[in-house]
């Protein structure tokens, strides 16, 4: 009875093989299938990720084609590619851009087209050249939301006027760029560390400013009252010796009083890493902190992601819901990176080329979606996970997916199942797990119809 199941599999499998796939690639590909084992295949969630590559999934949200992962982003930055003179940075990225974010997508075929123009130009220099006409496009659209935010503020009570009033001028100060006395935020230049050196290769400059950067949030270094503990002296001087390359540093007796000077010297330690590797964009982030430090006006840069953090803790515990919600919807108004080309490019006026390819491509990256999310104990199987760009993975997290869908068209979904429901029937999935998949989504995202009943076809002795 076995061995005809086993028998009858193979030619099925050797069938799917050769009828079904356009891809002309054997199933056997993306997993091991060998006696006893017939189904999944797919067990992990690289074979996934490759499966998804190879077979054109899209995302179950956006709907975007996922033709790469982020190993492959990863392997194009050590290739040095976008380092390289754009001809070849866009004619090797060429076949990926079609499954590129609009925004992204849109940029890439500016840099296309400069290309044949100035085939020896980096990106770095492009997007530099860009922004200044991007700076005031994106002013144009930026100052009137300011506007009406300060019109809208007026309605606030008077402690939380104020507060707004301050945070509307010191952002208008950004937008501008006019230097303003800033303080600084260890949290915030750690998470902007952390942002610039995704793109960065992982050697011994990557670790330095990971370390490095990772002292600065130490809470003994928020603490303006005592001491600073000699434990924690010795562990930012370790780091720092470690970064140096000698055993032997010694912190100044100044550093050791000082916070301000401390955090300094650990800032100016990240600087000369980010210099060994020629990472400007890192190097002047670390400038302008050490001007902060030392109550320096900075022009600083305007984030919306900041701002909005910021426009949130303000009004976290206002309770006229009408009017907090009203000045939130002005502020989505501010043209974001995600959306507009201009707030893409000032974003990256000053990037390396490295971090300008890297976040042109990540945002596209196909990723695992855990359909009912780990948080909530969603199963880590394959009857839990669907292809997702990396954009959308992120931005659900474990929200509700009904709540989360209401951004997409809900024929997105239907577009994913019955891709999914089409592999299933030539015999990529088994029947069993593709049914739990429909069940879980169903479960998960009840708004949506999906009829799978009449297409999802039982195929014995391809599908368990
Ligand atoms: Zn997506």
Redesign the pocket.
């Known amino acids: 009875m076995r061995v005809s199941e086993i028998n009858s599999f193979i030619v099925n499998y050797k069938n799917n093989q050769y009828n079904y796939s356009p891809y002309n690639t054997p199933v056997r590909r993306f997993g091991t299938v060998s006696f006893g084992q017939r189904y999944p295949v797919i067990q992990t969630y690289s074979q996934f990720r490759k499966f998804g590559i190879k077979m054109g999934a899209h ?1 179950l ?2 709907n ?1 084609i996922l033709t790469f992962d982020n190993s492959m982003i990863n392997s194009w930055k050590n290739q040095k590619l976008f380092q390289a003179p754009i001809k070849v940075f866009t004619s090797e990225l060429k076949p990926y851009s079609k499954s590129l974010h609009n925004t992204e997508e849109t940029i890439f075929n500016i840099i296309s087209n400069i290309s044949k123009k100035s085939p020896s130009a980096r990106l770095s220099t492009v997007i530099k050249i860009l922004s200044v006409q991007s700076n005031k496009k994106l002013l144009n659209e930026q100052i009137p939301v300011f506007k009406q935010l300060a019109e809208a503020a007026r309605e606030l009570p008077p402690e939380y006027q104020k507060q707004i009033y301050g945070l509307l001028n010191k952002n208008r100060a950004r937008l501008l760029r006019i230097p303003n006395i800033e303080e600084f935020s260890a949290k915030d230049f750690k998470y902007k560390i952390k942002k610039l050196s995704l793109s960065m290769e992982n050697n011994k400059a990557y670790k330095d400013i990971k370390h490095l950067s990772e002292l600065l949030t130490i809470p003994d270094l928020k603490l303006t009252e005592s001491d600073i503990t000699p434990e924690v002296l010795e562990r930012i001087r370790r780091t720092i010796a470690e970064a140096d390359r000698n055993p032997n540093y010694v912190l100044s007796k100044k550093a050791k009083k000082s916070r301000n000077i401390l955090k300094s010297t650990i800032v100016n330690k990240i600087k000369e890493a980010a210099a060994s590797v020629n990472r400007t964009d890192i190097k002047k982030l670390c400038e302008d902190a050490e001007k902060r430090i030392n109550g320096i006006p900075v022009a600083g840069k305007f984030s919306n992601k900041a701002f909005c953090y910021d426009l949130n803790a303000i009004l976290e515990n206002f309770d006229n819901k009408e009017l907090k919600k009203k000045l939130f919807d002005i502020a989505a108004q501010l043209p974001t990176s995600e959306g507009s080309i201009h707030a893409f490019i000032i974003k990256h006026a000053d990037a390396s080329s490295d971090t300008i390819g890297y976040n042109l491509f990540e945002p596209s990256a196909i990723t695992i979606e855990h359909m009912q999310p780990s948080s909530l104990n969603g199963p880590d199987l394959l009857r839990n996970w669907a292809f ?2 990396k ?2 993975n992120n931005k659900r997290q474990s929200e509700d997916m009904n709540e989360f869908f209401k951004m997409f068209k809900q024929s997105n979904a239907v577009k994913y199942w019955n891709q999914i429901i089409d592999w299933c029937n030539k015999g990529y999935f088994s029947f069993e797990d593709t049914t739990e998949m429909l069940k879980i989504f169903k479960r998960q995202c009840s708004s949506i119809k999906i009829n799978s009943n009449k297409k999802l076809q039982y195929l014995p002795g391809i599908n368990v």
């Open positions: 995302c949200y956006c975007n997702a760009c954009r959308c």
